[in-house]
């Protein structure tokens, strides 16, 4: 099942991330079987690194712009704007205005990104995925707009670093924060101006840092934006039936999709033609779906190489359509699948909905629950099932001929306890 980096497509190659904002812990993490059975010590979280893997195993880490760099030196992108006019959508109301600060003390003190890359070559990290913030180099989201070289030079820095600690960095080149001023003048990604817009701004990434860069990420789960940023109003830009500045989440999640795929699909052929020598180019997908549910032919992102581009049970009045041309363009666009998972839920049929929703529209009822017994593990904020990781990996495999896949997310979310001792935050009792 795994394989290096270098494998052929009839293989996978597996990146595990460990989310540094939250690293991910196993229920036996420090009790003494731990101890007795493991090489690593589980006290110490830089021992658990690659060696605690197979040989042919790349280990990872992952970040997202938004999530640590803060705003400061950037213009404001459509996360700025959510969680400052709703701010209860965070659970603890926090937003990326600060985050980790990671940019700005960049600014002040220069090198301590040198300090983060440090910290990934102790615990042996062969890869790092980070995002790069659309806003922090082009402030009007499009080029006409102006380059901010201040951003260029900051990642820039960041992956001449890792490459020079030997660690690959995987590149996401969106990952959900649209430039505000693209949202102002004409709604982000409801309108199809966005995909030359996106397209123009990843060709500048293929530019300055594609000699570095092996592998690029064109599109974070672009399921979530849609579904959730047009049809329950959790991410931004928070529109849905009936909400406050409008929107239809019965036609625009769609619309969303449609037009994150067709500039995705662009992005791609312009890399293969100008830009791929030894690179690749790829899509992370989340899994919304899964083996143990046998849900998983009902996805609404495209398969790597799919007969055709919607299964016929999607096509219907609401779906915007492609044309021949772009249906091909976008069928086979992937180098790569990447498959971020968390969670399996338990499915039940649900009956058809009068109000139309990209929700609704899947006519089931997920939970964690069956006859009130968990389906897995109970978290704070979850109920992991891990079988379900191999599950889905299976059903790809078997599903789709066992296409290049690499796992970009993986991990377990768990409450902020304060100040709370190393030690004891490690003695995970869930």
Known sequence: MFSTMECQKAQFFVTILVILFGVSSSKNVCNPACKAKESFNCDDPLTFNRTSFPKNFTFGAATSAYQIEGAAHRALNGWDSFTHRYPEKVPDRSSGDLACDSFDLYKVRGDLYKEDVKLLKRMKVQAYRLSIAWSRILPKGRLIGGIDENGIKYYNNLI??????????????????????????????????????????????????????????????????????????????????????????????????????????????????????????????????NALLSLSHKSATPTPNPPNLFPNHMVGPRLPKFTPQESKLVNGSLDFLGLNYYVTQYATNAPPSTKPSVITDQRVTLGYYRNGVPIGVQAPSYVYYPPGFRQILNYIKNKYGNPLTCITENGIGDLDMGNLTLSNALADNG
């Open 160 to 289: 001449n670093e890792l490459k020079a600690n030997g660690i690959e960095p995987y590149v996401t080149i969106f990952h959900w924060d649209v430039p505000q001023t693209l949202e102002d003048e004409y709604g982000g990604f409801l309108s199809r101006r966005i995909v030359e817009d996106y397209k123009n701004y990843a060709e500048l990434l293929f530019q300055r840092f594609g000699d570095r860069v092996k592998f690029w990420i064109t599109l974070n789960q672009p399921y979530s934006l849609a579904s959730k940023g047009y049809g329950d109003v959790s991410y931004p830009p928070g529109r849905c039936t009936g909400c406050e500045f409008g929107g239809n989440s019965g036609t625009e999640p769609y619309v969303v999709a449609h037009n994150q795929l067709l500039a995705h699909a662009k992005t791609v052929a312009l890399y293969r033609k100008r830009y791929q020598v030894f690179g690749s180019i790829g899509l992370w997908k989340i899994s919304k779906d």
